[in-house]
Each structure stands twice: as structure tokens, then as C-alpha cells.
T-cell receptor, first 114, second 115 residues
Framework: GAGVSQSPRYKVAKRGQDVALRCDPI?????LFWYQQALGQGPEFLTY????????KSGLPSDRFFAERPEGSVSTLKIQRTQQEDSAVYLC????????????FGPGTRLTVT | AQKVTQAQTEISVVEKEDVTLDCVYE???????LFWYKQPPSGELVFLIR??????QNEISGRYSWNFQKSTSSFNFTITASQVVDSAVYFC????????????FGTGTRLQVFP
């Protein structure tokens, strides 16, 4: 079956531009997570959805970051007025339900802000 | 605060050597889950194992084995008879059950296996 997919795989943005990153989770997965991975670091949590409800956005670094999952499947992470420090790989993961289920990760979107 | 420490930044071995990747965690929870993920050069994180805090039995899966010791808050990962295809970055992670099951990752250990 299909895994988690993300698009685009690579994105180059000029400082100040808005970007939108898409995540298609595994069909039927209730939980969806976004993580940010800086070069040479482990992934860091950004936000979490249970179906369409955003239950935790404590990891979003600023109000320029916004995420949505309006129908409980596809999710979009939007970054407004991108800054150089936003350059990173953005990973999406989904899991079947809560209780520390295994999270399946997508290939990530590598964002470079110039 | 919850934290995962992987003190080994990079390890290099020659094929067929055994190698152990260390993971030390901190948590106040009595119930928690620990994970290992592999990130090959392609970049996609691959799940290897999940272990809950009540199960301290060591686990073996082929050439992989895991040693969980609550007394030392460690969850170490050993690869026996390493192969070039094992070259990757390996992450240990702790699940935050208090809130959202988000994963708290260590900084990773880069393993290079040379032929």
C-alpha cells in the first residue's frame, strides 16, 4: 500500500515569500504529525492533528507557521514571510491512532530560503 | 523535562564488526514508549522498534538487538555482523504520552560501515 507522501520534495524560496507544504498520510490514519529537521539534528515536533482537530501546536516556532487538516486526511503546513532560519527538512508522519502507535514518515520536503 | 541523549555522533566500523549505539533518556513518566528509527541517505525515517516501559525483555530481530535497562534509563541498539547497507543515521526517540504522543528525538548517531 501507499506510504506517506509529501510534496514538493524540494522547495527554494526567496526570503519573505510564503510557502505551502503538502502531506498525504496513509489512508485511515487518525493521527498526523509535522516535524522540522535541521541539518545534522534530530526531528523536532511542530504540530499534531487527530483527524481534523489540531490538538497541539506547541512546537510551531512562530506565528508565521500555520497548519491545517480540514477534512481529516491531507494536511498543509504553511510558512508565511519565510526567513533563512526556516531552512530545514519538514517531515510529516501519520499513525493509526494514539497510544504511541508507530509513526510512518514521509520523505520530507527540503526547504531552502535564500 | 523529557530528553533523549545519543552521545555518539559518528561511528565507523568495518563490515562484519558488531556495533552498539547508545541511547539514554530522561522522563518523569512511569509509562512511556521508546523507539529506534533509521534514516538512510534517501532521508526517509524507517521504524525499527517500539518498546514500552513495562517490558524490559531484550529483543532480537535478525542481526538487530535491543537492550532496555530502566535502572540506567538506557535503550541501546546493537547491530551484529554489520553490513554496508547498515550505513545510516540512527535515531532514538521517546514518546510523550502526556500530550500528543509526539516523539522526542535524540540528535542521532551516524553509522558508517566500510567494506
Amino acid at each position: 500500500g501507499a506510504g506517506v507522501s509529501q510534496s514538493p520534495r524540494y522547495k527554494v524560496a526567496k526570503r519573505g515569500q510564503d510557502v505551502a507544504l503538502r502531506c498525504d498520510p496513509i489512508s485511515g490514519h487518525v493521527s498526523l504529525f509535522w516535524y522540522q529537521q535541521a541539518l545534522g539534528q534530530g526531528p523536532e515536533f511542530l504540530t499534531y492533528f487527530q483527524n481534523e482537530a489540531q490538538l497541539d501546536k506547541s512546537g510551531l516556532p512562530s506565528d508565521r507557521f500555520f497548519a491545517e487538516r480540514p477534512e481529516g486526511s491531507v494536511s498543509t503546513l504553511k510558512i508565511q514571510r519565510t526567513q533563512q532560519e526556516d531552512s530545514a527538512v519538514y517531515l510529516c508522519a501519520s499513525s493509526l491512532s494514539r497510544l504511541a502507535d508507530e509513526q510512518y514518515f514521509g520523505p520530507g520536503t527540503r526547504l531552502t530560503v535564500t | 523535562a523529557q530528553k533523549v541523549t545519543q552521545a555518539q555522533t559518528e561511528i565507523s566500523v568495518v563490515e562484519k564488526e558488531d556495533v552498539t549505539l547508545d541511547c539514554v533518556y530522561e522522563t518523569r513518566d512511569t509509562t512511556y514508549y521508546l523507539f529506534w528509527y533509521k534514516q538512510p541517505p534517501s532521508g526517509e525515517l524507517v521504524f525499527l522498534i517500539r518498546r514500552n516501559s513495562f517490558d524490559e525483555q531484550n529483543e532480537i530481530s535478525g542481526r538487530y538487538s535491543w537492550n532496555f535497562q530502566k535502572s540506567t534509563s538506557s535503550f541501546n541498539f546493537t547491530i551484529t555482523a554489520s553490513q554496508v547497507v547498515d550505513s545510516a543515521v540512527y535515531f532514538c526517540a521517546l514518546s510523550d504520552l502526556d500530550n500528543t504522543d509526539k516523539l522526542i528525538f535524540g540528535t542521532g548517531t551516524r553509522l558508517q560501515v566500510f567494506p
